[in-house]
Each structure stands twice: as C-alpha cells, then as structure tokens.
C-alpha cells in the first residue's frame, strides 16, 4: 500500500534552515509527482512547490521562491524540502502529498503524516 | 494568482440531510481538454487532508456515492446527498489548471 512517511517535529530559531523528509513506498517512486503543502496553525493550506522524482525538476511557489529548495534522493525513494531564513510565520505543519496525474491534472491522492516546524527565539 | 472562495464558513448540518459547499474561482478552471481543474478535500480533525473529488467530479478512489461533485468554469460545488457523523471536517476546494496551486479558505462542517 502507498504510504509516505515523514520526518519528525523540528524546532528552530529564526534565520535557520530546516529540512523535511518524506519516504515513499508501495509503488514507483519514479512516476509519480511530490507536492509540499503547509498549514499554518489554525489556518488553511499553502501550496509550496513539487519535484519530478524521475528528474528532480522543480516548480517552487512565488511566496517562497529564494527560500525553498526541493530534493530527492532515488536510492531511498525519499524527497526532502528544506525551507532557509526562517520566521516566526514559517510555524506550521508541513505535508507531503503524491501526485498521480503525471504533474498535469495536479491531485493528492496520498499525504504524509505532516511534520510541525515550529520557528521560535 | 487564481483566487479560490468559498461558501459557507461554516456549516451546522443534521445526520441524513444533505449538504452543499459553494466553492469560486477568480478566473476560468475549464481547460482545453473539456475538464474543469478543480479538486475537493476534506481534513478531519488532526488528520491530513484525504482527496474526495479531482476534475471538478470525478470521485477519488474508496470515497462513498454520497459525495458528489459539480459545476464548471468558475463556480463549483460539493454535494454530500445524507450526511453521517464521520463527515465533520473542514472542506477545501482546490484549483489545478495553473501553479501556484491555490486553496480555499475552507469550510468547516460540523453537527448540529
């Protein structure tokens, strides 16, 4: 069965960096798009960008351009997201969704169990 | 950016009796191939969001006939035809013809 598992909570100051895993198994790795949606507390969701695993091409969102960088890593069938100069308004739980429509009819049909970054002094 | 509006923030429903989620797009979600590019998904409490519907009515996989979806170019809607207690979440739309992708603001769905 598909599932994607995420890496756990993280907390850090602001201006750092964090960077969230998510391993995928139970079907081809390389078919399918990764999309990385946030949610921060209390609020509705974000769309931040996805990466092609089959070549690691990237489309970021604006709202995060500069701070976002997606990855992937085929031998572990794991994609990471790591988001740099962070704030206070970074604070938020952190999904990864897969995308079976090849990254053109963009649906989730499988999210992560969400990782909480929390961005505190 | 494609602005995505929803309606009714909140929606108070009774066990058995139907319920219907507006959802807007600031722009046309129809493309080329005849498809509307819009999603829903519900969130339960504590939970990530589960896909209900892509393509504007197509259900997702394992997800009950009561829920349906509807509406092309700018205006959408979900249907849920009786509502049961497992329902109660907040519902977002979602469109997918362009990046950024966007979301609605949601709309929570509880029981009377």
């Known amino acids: 069965q598909v599932q994607l598992v995420q890496s756990g909570a993280e907390v850090k100051k602001p201006g750092a960096s964090v960077k969230v895993s998510c391993k995928a198994s139970g079907y081809t790795f390389s078919t399918d798009y990764l999309h990385w949606v946030r949610q921060a507390p209390g609020l509705g969701l974000e769309w931040m960008g996805m990466?092609?695993?089959?070549?690691?091409?990237?489309s970021y969102a604006q709202n995060f351009h500069g701070r976002v960088t997606m990855t992937r890593d085929t031998s572990t069938s794991t994609v990471y997201m790591e988001l740099s100069s962070l704030r206070s308004e970074d604070t938020a739980v952190y999904y990864c969704a897969r995308d079976p429509s090849g990254g053109e009819e963009f649906y989730f049909d499988f999210w992560g169990q969400g990782t909480l970054v929390t961005v505190s002094s | 950016e494609i602005v995505m509006t929803q309606s009714p923030l909140a929606l108070p429903v009774t066990p058995g009796e139907p319920a219907s989620i507006s959802c807007r797009s600031s722009?046309?979600?129809?493309?080329?191939?005849?498809?509307?590019?819009l999603d829903w998904y519900l969130q339960r409490p504590g939970q990530p969001p589960q896909l209900l519907i892509y393509?504007?009515?197509y259900r997702a996989s394992g997800v009950p006939d009561r829920f349906s979806g509807s509406g092309s170019g700018t205006n959408f809607s979900l249907k849920i035809s009786r509502v049961e207690a497992e329902d109660v979440g907040v519902y977002y739309c979602m469109q997918a013809l362009q990046t950024p992708l966007t979301f609605g603001g949601g709309t929570k769905v509880e029981i009377k």
């Open positions: 393509l504007g009515s």
């Open positions: 990466i092609n695993p089959s070549d690691g091409g990237t």
């Open positions: 722009q046309s979600l129809l493309h080329g191939n005849g498809n509307d590019y």
